[in-house]
């Protein structure tokens, strides 16, 4: 069984910045795509940004040039750096692993812009 925790999440002004840390355990195979999603109030979830474990990534296009995702496979983790955050970044983020096992989820983290 697998299992993610994610860690970072909190409260920060316009224009700050956050890292957000999802840490896997489990029998989880080494091809295997991470991802990073969120869900704001009355919205659907979306993806934020995916990694491959070849490191390969993908970004939606609202969170293109100010989130980075990366990850260390040594430690099954994936972070997500996020620089120049807005209000409307405000959402809980959630990660996930995807294999040919299936695909495994977190419970999230807040995230909330506010000055």
């Known amino acids: 069984q697998v299992q993610l925790v994610e860690s970072g999440g909190g409260l920060v002004q316009p224009g700050g910045s956050l890292r957000l840390s999802c840490v896997a355990s489990?029998?989880?195979?080494?091809?295997?795509?991470m991802g990073w999603f969120r869900q704001a109030p009355g919205k659907e979830r979306e993806l934020v940004a995916t990694?491959?474990?070849?490191?390969?990534?993908n970004y939606a296009d609202s969170v293109k040039g100010r989130f980075t995702i990366s990850r260390d496979n040594t430690k099954n983790t994936v972070y997500l750096l996020m620089n120049s955050l807005k209000p409307e970044d405000t959402a809980v983020y959630s990660c996930?692993?995807?294999?040919?096992?299936?695909?495994?989820w977190g419970q999230g983290t807040q995230v909330t812009v506010s000055s």
């Open positions: 996930n692993v995807a294999s040919w096992v299936g695909v495994a």
């Open positions: 489990g029998s989880i195979p080494s091809r295997n795509t």
């Open positions: 990694i491959t474990s070849g490191g390969s990534t």
